[in-house]
């Protein structure tokens, strides 16, 4: 069964009308104009080998600017929780994708539910440079439990249609994106560092200013 869903994945990751218009079918019209967007840059995705091969995922989806290791889970629940061997994907996952410099990624598709059944999800890692940078602030990570193990919420996933959306626009807009990020991160800076001198004056303001009684004993 979780093969027709990996199927039903790459059907759209590849750029397949058909495939699109099949996932989006009860969408609304924009849901459906940003997910048509994977037609124009779509990508070559094969399937792993098989379960033998730690931390490749379902699907790989690769594109000249970038790619990524996706694990699907089809569920009819909107909250899965990991443990015993789906944990120990999770870690390899991570693992590989410290190793290679890759943002590894789930796929959770909601079973029986109507608009997009899709959510996408990033797995945390720490070495991502360039576009696939950008592209990770963007996207959600696995949200933790209360005692700090990552899970699957189907409601705080990206849908599908907006992560084809980001990863289908130009390149020019990856680089915008990451330009304005960093004058962002400069202004705050140069803000916080204002203010401190602000406060440090007013600090040495306040020092130099003569006690209340030595006010009324000059006088």
């Known amino acids: 069964m979780a093969s027709h869903y990996e199927r039903e994945l790459r059907a759209v990751l590849i750029g397949s009308p058909d495939g699109v218009r099949a996932v989006t079918r009860s969408c609304n019209a924009a849901e459906k104009a940003r997910a048509m967007q994977v037609i124009r840059r779509p990508f070559l995705v094969v399937r792993a080998a098989g379960s033998g091969v730690a931390g490749a995922g379902d699907l790989l989806a690769v594109r000249g600017d970038i790619s990524f290791p996706i694990e699907v889970k089809a569920t009819k629940e909107k909250?899965?929780?990991?443990?015993?061997?789906?944990?120990?994907?999770?870690?390899?996952?991570?693992?590989?994708?410290?190793?290679?410099?890759?943002?590894?990624?789930?796929?959770?598709?909601?079973?029986?539910?109507?608009?997009?059944?899709?959510?996408v999800f990033k797995?945390?890692?720490?070495?991502?440079?360039?576009?696939?940078?950008?592209?990770?602030?963007?996207?959600?990570?696995?949200?933790?439990?209360?005692?700090?193990t990552p899970h699957l919420d189907w409601d705080e996933g990206l849908p599908l249609h907006k992560f084809l959306s980001l990863l289908c626009r130009d390149s020019d807009s990856y680089t915008q994106t990451a330009e304005t990020l960093r004058s962002k991160a400069n202004a705050w800076s140069e803000k916080a560092e204002t203010l401190k001198m602000e406060e440090a004056q007013k600090a040495i303001l306040k020092q130099q200013e003569p006690e209340e009684w030595v006010k009324k004993f000059r006088l």
């Open 123 to 148: 797995v945390e890692t720490t070495n991502l440079t360039g576009s696939v940078s950008v592209l990770s602030r963007r996207l959600p990570s696995l949200p933790l439990t209360r005692n700090g």
């Open 79 to 119: 909250k899965v929780y990991l443990s015993g061997r789906t944990m120990e994907q999770y870690l390899d996952l991570q693992k590989e994708g410290e190793r290679c410099g890759l943002m590894p990624l789930y796929a959770m598709r909601l079973k029986g539910v109507r608009g997009d059944s899709w959510r």
